[in-house]
């Protein structure tokens, strides 16, 4: 399995993250935010073949082009249309349904189902291309406690930081690999066979294991042979402050983690007027970055406010902190 990633949008401009998922058995596409212009880098069949889309929060740079996602997959029946996002967001994707004139809709269908991820539960409600997106079914809530989407090999966590509204930070990890060590086979007088896949898939119940009319204890085949490694691993964080508070609840989820795409709007000389706006500096996320263990910072979500030289200097700033920091290589940005 592996996961790759892509920043859309330019610097000093919307930004939006494409997350790809290869399990082996599936191939899927993970949105997160639909700032304005930022799908103009996708071909149609990209975005039609997106699985989920994921809003930090509501603001008008984050959502401004989610019409362009809308008109592909409005009457999309394929595949399930699935929007996540902080409280407001199946209220507020609503009014963004009804922003167009419903007359020729009859005969059409299309399910959406988008689901407010609220501190400890989430609660989905469904609109129907048929009904033109007039009714907000109420489909329930469910609890959680930081993993709230289980995908096909993976898992998608999140926790609420604050921006003067509620903004969700997101980690996408791999699940724990699972792998046969071929060289103790020999050890045990086995050879590689069908059995192996048996034997990695923790869903079975069985408590004993036949190869080659010989029985086996699955659980002590297991120590024998079983080598467990954890996956990779990215997060999205972008607008919100960075205080010891939010260091403290961001700290469990981002242990580790092997990419951290994370905002990068002001340099540390405006720390008051970042902490004035609820954002972070480049040194407050390097610091974070150092701080979770993880492997790379990629910045994104840059202000306009200032110039390339800035962009250099900010991202020179962060490397001291935490050298393995860059921008988005298609930026051309990263000395």
Not at 70 to 80: A, I, Q, S, V
Not at 110 to 117: A, F, K, N, P
């Amino acid at each position: 399995m592996s996961i790759g990633f892509r920043i859309l949008g330019v610097a000093g401009r919307d930004n939006a993250l494409l997350v790809q998922i290869d399990s082996g058995q599936a191939f899927e596409r993970l949105l997160f935010d639909c700032g304005e212009g930022c799908l103009a880098e996708l071909s149609a069949s990209d975005i039609l073949a997106v699985d989920h889309l994921f809003f930090s929060h509501l603001h008008m740079d984050h959502v401004g082009g989610f019409d362009a996602f809308f008109r592909l997959n409005y009457h999309r029946d394929k595949k399930p249309n699935r929007i996540w996002g902080p409280p407001e967001t199946a209220r507020i994707i609503q009014h963004r349904f009804q922003g167009f004139l419903w007359n020729l809709h009859e005969g059409m269908t299309g399910t959406w189902l988008v689901s407010d991820v609220l501190p400890e539960k989430i609660c989905t409600s469904r609109f129907e291309l048929g009904e033109g997106f007039t009714v907000a079914h109420d489909e329930g809530a469910s609890a959680y406690e930081r993993t709230f989407l289980e995908g096909d090999g993976y898992r998608v966590e999140a926790v609420t930081m604050d921006h003067r509204t509620p903004t969700l930070a997101y980690v996408v990890r791999e699940k724990t690999r699972r792998n046969i060590d071929a060289s103790r086979l020999p050890s045990l007088g086995l050879q590689p066979g069908p059995w192996m896949r048996q034997l990695k898939d923790v869903s079975s119940t069985a408590a004993t294991l036949t190869i080659d009319e010989a029985t086996y204890p699955v659980d002590e085949l297991r120590k024998r042979l079983i080598i467990e490694t954890p996956g990779e691993s990215i997060a999205y964080l972008t607008d919100f402050l960075l205080d010891d508070s939010a260091l403290e609840r961001l700290s469990n989820i981002l242990q580790d983690c092997g990419t951290i795409v994370c905002e990068g709007q002001y340099r540390h000389a405006d720390l008051e007027l970042a902490q004035k706006n609820f954002h972070m500096t480049t040194l407050q996320t390097a610091t974070l970055a150092r701080h979770a263990g993880a492997k790379k910072l990629v910045l994104f979500h840059l202000s306009s406010r200032y110039e390339r030289k800035d962009w250099l200097e900010m991202l020179r700033e962060a490397r001291q902190i935490f050298p393995s920091t860059h921008y988005p290589p298609h930026w051309h940005l990263d000395e």
